[in-house]
């Protein structure tokens, strides 16, 4: 490349880079994808090594620079970095708005009101709009220089956007990371093996905190600017105005900032950023209000170490100590066992909490959760409140560790655990009482024993009024027992006892689905009856049988062997086949041969005469297969009236393409 076209290409792709990185973290638009932001900034940092005359610390590959440091060097705040004072309650909050009238002599005041964010406090110098030095809090008066930290955050700008820059700008604000970054930051650190972050604002402190600016640069770190603490340039007339200005040199500020007045527009602000609160990207600990105008600000001055201008009106705490007093294993609808850690009664994010999800084992196990801890309990909205990590320090010499049961604490069945997964459950599945309704309405469901009128509502009402149990008790209803529930006309009991008694015809496919064997979808089942032949043939099949069956793999081989091992569920079926349910048996299928045996078929749109389920079933029933989207492996595509996209798509992939008719045909031979 000749030297102008090098010069230019490199300082085009250093703007260009910049100009993404102020729309990803400074208006939240990105405008290309992130594999194309990869390339350019490959493409720069070649250059740039191929012609290391022309490096500059300003350029975006310049955010991760040298050796990791001994320690931090000590910065003096030129302007003491102070902390705002903080109102719990609206009487606070009444007094402050009241003392800043009296203050400014005026009936209203004006406010920039704005989030209060969860994170650490820096300070940012530029000079000339280069980024020179960045420090944290501190004691507000001496803090640490994390210049090379911070340059590692590409949501701080290293230069200025614009024009005129003022000689000296020091910019306040708050670094923190976004809670969906927070989680995937968790989830490497857990990959890794290493201890995970109890929360955003921790992970944020750490990564902030290393020596070695390559490993901050591998953290999610985000900056946003809430003031200015000294300017060489005039500033503008209003708080809101210096934001504005701030966002447009390319600092990102809080999007959720707002100007009000008045103490009604401080409640009305802090209730809306309440209610909003969950729905945020990062974490608040509450809002911050400020006198808007910057003159205002001055003649209200400080008292002690806080200014009078402002204040931090904080949402109750998400986050508190309390101790584990047991931990107790609850059983979800679909068997899951999980650990619950009984709490002594603590007050967080607004309500009194006494009970803690613990998830899993795994996570008993990597938080190191012991009966008798202190821990500390995080409560999000709506979500259930969790405990995010153990004071061990606080550990009693009797805290015990939990163990979970062999047996469900429900129905006593055996409690099961594939070696590869996270979640123990109850393997009776057709017996327990947790397990029930879920059970119920899958045997009920309509393909698989397709009792039609069995639906949630009704089941629910069974289930509370201890009339089923399990799904041998459904054929021992009778009008008397269906006509007193809740909005059970006669002729609607009489319609769903029809429809049980006619269930009771069924196939093997259908049974054996209708048991909700965990793993065992319609295609193992029908798979299943096909190999077996028999019932009794599949409950007494071993892994090594099973694995014979086409598509069954060990998981699925072992969730069966499970299952039919578990007496409870051995009880339901022999109840079952009592209640005279009965099919086709047979012996072990031959090997069928038809012209649709390992066929994969797609169908689409209206066929004229079959129903998608009966060509469904008509496919599945010769030893075809039927997939729900067109791929590479599918065979053919059955196309009937108004096919959409899947019709398409088999054209451009050049799949066979047959009709009803067609489809019929082939059946046949
Ligand atoms: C936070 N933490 O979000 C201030 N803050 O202003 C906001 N903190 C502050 N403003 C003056 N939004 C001192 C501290």
């Given at each position: 490349?000749?030297?102008d076209?090098?010069?230019e290409r490199?300082?085009?792709l250093?703007?260009?880079?910049e100009?993404?990185?102020?729309?990803?973290?400074?208006?939240?638009?990105?405008?290309?994808p992130d594999?194309?932001?990869?390339?350019?900034?490959r493409?720069?940092?070649?250059?740039?090594?191929e012609h290391p005359?022309?490096?500059?610390?300003?350029s975006?590959t310049?955010?991760?620079?040298?050796?990791?440091?001994?320690?931090?060097?000590?910065?003096?705040?030129?302007?003491?970095?102070?902390s705002?004072?903080?109102?719990?309650?609206?009487?606070?909050?009444?007094?402050?708005?009241?003392?800043?009238?009296e203050?400014?002599?005026?009936?209203?005041?004006d406010?920039a009101?704005e989030?209060?964010f969860?994170?650490?406090?820096?300070?940012?110098?530029?000079?000339n709009g280069?980024?020179?030095?960045?420090?944290?809090?501190?004691?507000?008066?001496?803090g640490?220089?994390?210049t090379?930290?911070?340059?590692?955050v590409?949501?701080?700008?290293?230069?200025?956007?614009g024009?005129a820059?003022?000689?000296?700008l020091e910019?306040r604000?708050?670094?923190l990371?976004?809670?969906?970054?927070?989680?995937?930051?968790?989830?490497?650190?857990r990959?890794a093996g290493?201890k995970e972050f109890?929360?955003?604002?921790?992970?944020?402190?750490?990564?902030?905190?290393?020596?070695?600016?390559?490993?901050?640069?591998?953290?999610?770190?985000?900056?946003?600017?809430?003031?200015v603490a000294?300017?060489?340039?005039?500033?503008?007339?209003t708080?809101?105005?210096?934001?504005?200005?701030?966002?447009?040199?390319?600092?990102?500020?809080?999007?959720?900032?707002?100007?009000?007045s008045?103490l009604?527009?401080?409640?009305?602000?802090?209730?809306r950023?309440?209610?909003?609160r969950?729905?945020?990207?990062?974490?608040?600990?509450?809002?911050?209000?400020?006198v808007?105008?910057l003159?205002?600000?001055?003649?209200?001055g400080?008292?002690?170490?806080?200014?009078?201008?402002?204040?931090?009106h904080k949402f109750?705490?998400?986050e508190?100590?309390?101790t584990?007093?047991?931990?107790?294993?609850q059983?979800?609808?679909?068997g899951?066992?999980t650990?619950?850690?009984?709490?002594?009664?603590?007050?967080?994010?607004?309500?009194?909490?006494t009970?803690a999800?613990?998830?899993?084992?795994?996570e008993?196990?990597?938080?190191?959760?012991?009966?008798?801890?202190?821990?500390?309990?995080?409560?999000?909205?709506?979500v259930?409140?969790?405990?995010?990590?153990?004071?061990?320090?606080?550990?009693?010499?009797?805290?015990?560790?939990f163990?979970?049961?062999?047996t469900?604490?429900?129905?006593?069945?055996?409690?099961?655990?594939?070696?590869?997964e996270?979640?123990?459950?109850?393997s009776g599945?057709?017996?327990?009482?947790?397990?029930?309704?879920?059970?119920?309405l899958?045997?009920?469901?309509?393909r698989?024993m397709?009792?039609?009128?069995l639906?949630?509502?009704?089941?629910?009402?069974?289930?509370?009024?201890?009339?089923?149990?399990?799904?041998?008790d459904?054929?021992?209803l009778?009008?008397?027992?269906?006509?007193?529930?809740?909005r059970?006309?006669?002729?609607?009991?009489?319609?769903?006892?029809?429809?049980?008694?006619q269930?009771?015809?069924?196939?093997?496919?259908?049974?054996?689905?209708?048991?909700?064997?965990?793993?065992?979808?319609e295609?193992?089942?029908?798979?299943?009856?096909?190999?077996f032949?028999?019932?009794?043939?599949?409950i007494?099949?071993?892994e090594?049988?099973?694995l014979?069956?086409?598509?069954?793999?060990?998981?699925?081989?072992?969730?069966?062997?499970?299952?039919?091992?578990?007496p409870?569920?051995?009880?339901v079926?022999?109840?079952?086949?009592?209640?005279?349910?009965a099919?086709?048996?047979?012996?072990?299928a031959?090997?069928?041969?038809?012209?649709v045996?390992?066929k994969?078929?797609?169908?689409t749109?209206t066929?004229?005469?079959?129903?998608?389920?009966q060509a469904?079933?008509?496919?599945?029933?010769l030893g075809?297969?039927?997939?729900?989207?067109?791929s590479?492996?599918?065979?053919?595509v059955v196309?009937?009236?108004?096919?959409?996209?899947k019709?398409?798509?088999?054209?451009?992939l050049?799949?066979s393409?047959?009709?009803?008719?067609?489809?019929?045909?082939?059946?046949?031979?």
């Amino acid at each position: 490349m000749a030297a102008d076209a090098l010069l230019e290409r490199v300082a085009a792709l250093r703007s260009e880079i910049e100009r993404h990185n102020q729309a990803y973290y400074v208006h939240d638009q990105p405008i290309i994808p992130d594999a194309e932001y990869d390339r350019l900034f490959r493409e720069l940092q070649q250059l740039e090594a191929e012609h290391p005359e022309l490096s500059s610390p300003d350029s975006p590959t310049q955010r991760v620079g040298g050796a990791p440091l001994a320690e931090f060097s000590q910065v003096t705040h030129g302007v003491p970095m102070l902390s705002l004072n903080n109102a719990f309650a609206e009487e606070e909050v009444a007094a402050f708005d009241r003392r800043c009238r009296e203050g400014l002599g005026v009936e209203v005041v004006d406010y920039a009101v704005e989030p209060k964010f969860d994170g650490l406090a820096i300070t940012l110098i530029y000079e000339n709009g280069i980024f020179t030095c960045g420090a944290t809090r501190g004691d507000g008066y001496t803090g640490e220089d994390v210049t090379l930290n911070l340059r590692t955050v590409r949501s701080i700008p290293l230069r200025l956007s614009g024009t005129a820059q003022p000689e000296h700008l020091e910019v306040r604000g708050e670094v923190l990371i976004f809670r969906r970054d927070f989680e995937k930051l968790n989830q490497q650190q857990r990959a890794a093996g290493l201890k995970e972050f109890a929360n955003p604002r921790n992970a944020a402190a750490g990564s902030l905190r290393q020596l070695d600016p390559k490993i901050t640069a591998q953290r999610p770190l985000r900056f946003f600017a809430y003031g200015v603490a000294a300017s060489s340039a005039p500033l503008p007339e209003t708080h809101a105005a210096l934001m504005a200005q701030l966002h447009s040199r390319g600092l990102p500020v809080a999007e959720e900032a707002a100007a009000v007045s008045g103490l009604s527009g401080l409640l009305d602000y802090y209730a809306r950023i309440g209610a909003a609160r969950d729905s945020l990207a990062y974490d608040i600990d509450g809002v911050v209000y400020k006198v808007n105008r910057l003159a205002d600000q001055q003649k209200l001055g400080f008292v002690a170490r806080a200014p009078r201008f402002g204040i931090a009106h904080k949402f109750p705490a998400q986050e508190a100590l309390t101790t584990v007093e047991a931990i107790e294993v609850q059983v979800g609808r679909t068997g899951a066992l999980t650990p619950v850690a009984r709490l002594a009664p603590v007050f967080v994010g607004g309500v009194t909490v006494t009970n803690a999800t613990l998830h899993n084992e795994d996570e008993v196990r990597r938080k190191d959760v012991r009966i008798g801890d202190t821990v500390s309990v995080r409560r999000a909205g709506d979500v259930i409140p969790e405990v995010a990590a153990v004071v061990l320090e606080k550990r009693p010499g009797n805290a015990r560790e939990f163990v979970m049961p062999a047996t469900c604490p429900v129905c006593g069945s055996q409690v099961e655990k594939p070696a590869d997964e996270a979640i123990a459950r109850c393997s009776g599945g057709l017996y327990c009482p947790a397990q029930r309704k879920q059970a119920l309405l899958h045997f009920a469901s309509r393909r698989a024993m397709d009792i039609e009128g069995l639906g949630d509502k009704l089941v629910e009402q069974l289930v509370d009024h201890d009339i089923i149990k399990t799904p041998a008790d459904i054929y021992r209803l009778d009008l008397g027992k269906l006509v007193n529930l809740e909005r059970m006309a006669e002729k609607s009991a009489g319609n769903i006892l029809v429809a049980i008694v006619q269930s009771k015809q069924t196939t093997l496919a259908r049974f054996v689905y209708a048991l909700g064997i965990r793993n065992v979808g319609e295609a193992t089942a029908k798979d299943l009856a096909r190999h077996f032949g028999s019932l009794d043939a599949l409950i007494g099949a071993g892994e090594a049988d099973l694995l014979q069956v086409s598509d069954v793999g060990p998981v699925v081989a072992a969730s069966i062997v499970r299952f039919f091992a578990e007496p409870h569920n051995l009880e339901v079926i022999a109840a079952l086949r009592g209640a005279g349910l009965a099919w086709q048996e047979g012996e072990a299928a031959a090997v069928v041969s038809s012209a649709v045996v390992g066929k994969t078929f797609v169908l689409t749109g209206t066929l004229p005469t079959l129903s998608r389920d009966q060509a469904k079933d008509m496919i599945e029933a010769l030893g075809g297969k039927v997939a729900g989207s067109v791929s590479g492996k599918t065979d053919y595509v059955v196309a009937g009236a108004a096919a959409g996209s899947k019709l398409e798509k088999a054209q451009q992939l050049g799949i066979s393409i047959l009709d009803e008719a067609q489809l019929l045909e082939m059946l046949k031979t």
